[in-house]
């Protein structure tokens, strides 16, 4: 028996600043996740098809439901105290958020390494004339106390360069409107956590972060207020973990 029986490798369903109340202190090694910016508003761009490699794109109603509500950052504390020192805080922001997600994370006595870029090759263009939005940010904190987890060694730029494409509804591989592509949430994994590793999301949504986890030999606990969010993030980590049996069992 351990501390963290029951909780890995799944979603929990429920408020993320309750169920973070229930873990441990200092039981995780990492929390990387992607709190709703609450960015709805008329006239969002939707990926409404995908055929032959090329999205297309429709100008819709863009009120995103539930998920999008912005979050408290009233979570940063009970995250914080989660993970254990030297372990990193990766949260996605929104750009006009980055600074109070930075003022957040110096409020709970987290060490602000680095700020970063998720720069997006295909962009979905907009119905106003502007510059179609191509560019994703946030922060990375570390908890004094330790020593830090970076795999990125010294010339890493602050910055992901690729695509935003995690497929679509019918195709049954994006089940969630927020849904971070595969490859972004395994470079992330990748830099700041080593295999056998707890990586904790409080806003798992589709679990993107999960699957990059157990599919890459961390461990993963996530927290997700949305019961068919929850259900589907489940759905995906078991397919993921069957996925990585065979492997194991070599």
Same mark, same amino acid.
């Given at each position: 028996?351990?501390?963290?029986?029951?909780?890995?490798?799944?979603?929990?369903?429920?408020?993320?600043?309750?169920?973070?109340?229930?873990?441990?202190?200092?039981?995780?090694?990492?929390?990387?996740?992607?709190?709703?910016?609450?960015?709805?508003?008329?006239?969002?761009?939707?990926?409404?098809?995908?055929?032959?490699?090329?999205?297309?794109?429709?100008?819709?109603?863009?009120?995103?439901?539930?998920?999008?509500?912005?979050?408290?950052?009233?979570?940063?504390?009970?995250?914080?105290?989660?993970?254990?020192?030297?372990?990193?805080? /990766?949260?996605?922001? +929104?750009?006009?958020?980055?600074?109070?997600?930075?003022?957040?994370? =110096? !409020?709970? &006595?987290?060490?602000?390494?680095?700020?970063?870029?998720?720069?997006?090759?295909?962009?979905?263009?907009?119905?106003?004339?502007?510059?179609?939005?191509?560019?994703?940010?946030?922060?990375?904190?570390?908890?004094?106390?330790?020593?830090?987890?970076?795999?990125?060694?010294?010339?890493?730029?602050?910055?992901?360069?690729?695509?935003?494409?995690?497929?679509?509804?019918?195709?049954?591989?994006?089940?969630?409107?927020?849904?971070?592509?595969?490859?972004?949430?395994?470079?992330?994994?990748?830099?700041?956590?080593?295999?056998?590793?707890?990586?904790?999301?409080?806003?798992?949504?589709?679990?993107?972060?999960? /699957?990059?986890?157990? +599919?890459?030999?961390?461990?993963?606990?996530?927290?997700?207020?949305? =019961? !068919?969010? &929850?259900?589907?993030?489940?759905?995906?980590?078991?397919?993921?973990?069957?996925?990585?049996?065979?492997?194991?069992?070599?």
């Amino acid at each position: 028996m351990t501390e963290l029986d029951g909780w890995l490798d799944r979603v929990h369903c429920g408020d993320c600043l309750k169920v973070l109340r229930e873990l441990p202190d200092c039981s995780v090694d990492a929390v990387i996740t992607d709190p709703p910016y609450g960015i709805s508003g008329p006239n969002k761009v939707r990926v409404r098809g995908h055929a032959n490699g090329i999205d297309s794109y429709n100008a819709m109603p863009g009120d995103f439901g539930p998920e999008d509500l912005e979050a408290d950052t009233g979570w940063f504390a009970e995250a914080a105290r989660a993970i254990r020192p030297g372990g990193s805080l /990766v949260v996605f922001s +929104s750009v006009d958020a980055l600074h109070d997600i930075r003022r957040s994370g =110096e !409020t709970v &006595a987290l060490d602000v390494r680095q700020a970063w870029f998720w720069c997006k090759t295909n962009p979905p263009p907009t119905p106003r004339e502007n510059m179609a939005s191509a560019v994703e940010c946030g922060w990375w904190f570390r908890k004094p106390g330790g020593p830090v987890t970076w795999n990125g060694g010294h010339v890493c730029p602050n910055h992901f360069v690729g695509p935003k494409d995690s497929g679509t509804y019918a195709q049954g591989h994006r089940v969630h409107p927020m849904q971070k592509p595969a490859w972004l949430m395994e470079r992330m994994v990748e830099l700041w956590s080593n295999e056998g590793d707890v990586i904790l999301d409080p806003f798992a949504g589709s679990a993107s972060c999960g /699957v990059a986890a157990v +599919s890459m030999g961390r461990r993963y606990i996530g927290i997700e207020i949305d =019961e !068919t969010h &929850a259900a589907n993030a489940n759905r995906r980590l078991e397919a993921a973990l069957r996925d990585r049996q065979p492997a194991l069992d070599l």
